[in-house]
């Protein structure tokens, strides 16, 4: 049985090798990063976006009402009724239970 004994000849790693493949790493690294935190951002945009979306459709609602409130005299007289609990005079109010 013959015994074989490996040289380390064939294992010579020059240090411009190591630095390549250390650049190359790096740079991985650093477009990996770069693109995690574009799309954590894009995220943060279009959530952002939609809240301004959300809020500009509640303030148009609002103005509405307020316009409403100026103008409409009906819808004055819906409001307090429903939320002061006022009446006409002459109006009876009934309040039912649940017994």
């Given at each position: ?20 493949l250390?650049?190359?790493i ?7 990063r770069?693109?995690?935190?574009y ?8 959530s ?35 939320q ?16």
């Amino acid at each position: 049985m013959k015994i074989r004994r490996f040289s380390n000849k064939n294992i010579s790693i020059k240090p411009k090798k190591i630095l390549f493949l250390f650049l190359i790493i790096l740079g991985i690294f650093i477009l990996g990063r770069s693109i995690l935190n574009y799309f954590e951002m894009k995220n943060r945009y279009d959530s952002i976006n939609n809240e301004i979306k959300e809020l500009k459709d509640e303030n148009i609602k609002l103005q509405t009402r307020i316009e409403k409130l100026y103008d409409d005299k009906e819808y004055i007289e819906k409001v307090a009724r429903e939320q002061l609990n006022l009446i006409k005079d002459g109006e009876t109010v009934y309040i039912f239970t649940n017994d």
